[in-house]
Structures are given as structure tokens and as C-alpha cells.
């Protein structure tokens, strides 16, 4: 299970892309791992399809373990941990554990 779900804006903790922010694409609860726009970009080496032809560098976003993001809350911009309440809908929703506030 993972608090952070596709669209959240998250900050990262570790790796070479510590203390930057972005946006994220996807989720693979499973794993534990989540893809953030533009971060963590790894490179892939394309051989030729044909010979005569170049290989191509592609990049792409890698995948970073959930435990290493934490979500920045769209209501005080600030990093946080996403609790969770029942609203007076009976809906379970995520809150921001600084402001108190929901999120998304
Ligand atoms: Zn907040």
C-alpha cells in the first residue's frame, strides 16, 4: 500500500535527484515504485535497427522506491506526510498532516 498516488506533486530524499520536486506519472504499488516527471532520468543505449544506421542515447524517467518521496501538500506547499479521514460523505480521504487540509 502507498500514500502517494499518479498526479501528486513529491519531493525526493535520496538518490541524485535529492531535494528536487516533481509530478508523478505513475505508481506501481506492488513494487513499491513510482515514476516522477522528469527525475531520476537513466539513459538506454538503442543499438542500430540496421547496420549503417547509429545507435540512439534514449532518456527516460527511472523508477524510485515510494519510501524514498514524500508528497507536498497542494494547500501549504509544504512536504508532509498524507494522513487519512472519513469525510462526512463516509469517503475515505487523504489529509495533510501539517495544515489538516485534504489532498486530492
Ligand atoms: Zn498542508
Redesign the pocket.
Known sequence: MTHIKKGDMVKILSGKDRTKTGKVLSVDGQQGKAIVEGRNIMTRHERPKKSGQKGQKVQFPGAINISNLTII?P??G?P?RAGSKIDDKSVKVRI?K??G?GIK
Do not use: D
Open positions: 501538500c494547500n501549504c509544504k508532509t495533510c501539517k495544515c487540509k
